[in-house]
């Protein structure tokens, strides 16, 4: 049974800080292309940023230089460091594995429950 487990969601004024992290379990993720992707109200689903299992990472145009994605592999979880936070990133972040791609959601198998980031 594969769980993708996000935590470090929550409130943050504009500027700040946060850390999401991603912990993974039946599944290992050095063998899955890693990615987080947010949704807010009204819109679709979105890529954020994508951390592959030959170590290439790709970010949004819209996070680029702010977000930094990584994994640790030994610990079979996966982070986004969310720097200099706007309003507009408001939205639920959500971890996601692709057992070939991960950059679009319909190469997704399988997502996390989400966690909140609201910026204000």
């Given at each position: 049974?594969?769980?993708?487990?996000?935590?470090?969601?929550?409130?943050?004024?504009?500027?700040?800080?946060?850390?999401?992290?991603?912990?993974?379990?039946?599944?290992?993720?050095?063998?899955?292309?890693?990615?987080?992707?947010?949704?807010?109200?009204?819109?679709?689903?979105?890529?954020?940023?994508?951390?592959?299992?030959?170590?290439?990472?790709?970010?949004?145009?819209?996070?680029?230089g702010?977000?930094?994605?990584?994994?640790?592999?030994?610990?079979?979880?996966?982070?986004?460091?969310?720097?200099?936070?706007?309003?507009?990133?408001?939205?639920?972040?959500?971890?996601?594995?692709?057992?070939?791609?991960?950059?679009e959601?319909?190469?997704?198998?399988?997502?996390?429950?989400?966690?909140?980031?609201?910026?204000?």
């Amino acid at each position: 049974h594969v769980q993708l487990v996000e935590s470090g969601g929550g409130s943050v004024q504009a500027g700040g800080s946060l850390t999401l992290s991603c912990a993974a379990s039946g599944v290992v993720i050095s063998r899955l292309c890693m990615g987080w992707f947010r949704q807010a109200p009204g819109k679709e689903r979105e890529g954020v940023a994508i951390s592959d299992r030959d170590g290439t990472t790709g970010y949004a145009d819209s996070v680029k230089g702010r977000f930094t994605i990584s994994r640790d592999n030994a610990k079979n979880t996966l982070y986004l460091q969310m720097n200099s936070l706007k309003p507009e990133d408001t939205a639920t972040y959500y971890c996601a594995a692709g057992k070939i791609r991960c950059g679009e959601t319909n190469y997704i198998d399988y997502w996390g429950q989400g966690t909140q980031v609201t910026v204000s």
